[in-house]
């Protein structure tokens, strides 16, 4: 069974920074793309940033410029790195996968249970 685990979230000041990670394991046999979802009170789950296993990555607006995403192949696991950290980015921050595991010819999303992240003074 797929798992996907995240770590790093935390309380960091304004101005602040903050890296996350999350690895996938299981029966994985394929990834096309790992990224990041985020989901403050009261408001839509919303894309932060997505990176694809040849590189490509997208970012929300609100976070281009501060936050990067990157990925080790080899271990499955993704990263965001989040710099200058502002209150308005204070969320519960989600794992994303498309991946096909051994049991299944078609590529589905995974998610992962989320890590908190508070930006407060």
Known sequence: ?????????????????????????????????MGWYRQAPGKERELVATTTRGGTANYADSVKGRFTISGDNAK????????????????????????????????NIYWGKGTQVTVSS
């Open 1 to 33: 069974q797929v798992q996907l685990v995240e770590s790093g979230g935390g309380l960091v000041q304004p101005g602040g920074s903050l890296r996350l990670s999350c690895a996938a394991s299981g029966s994985i046999s394929s990834i096309y793309s």
């Open 76 to 107: 499955n696991t993704v990263y965001l790195q989040m710099n200058s950290l502002k209150p308005e980015d204070t969320a519960v921050y989600y794992c994303n996968a498309v991946l096909r595991t051994t049991m299944l010819s078609t590529y």
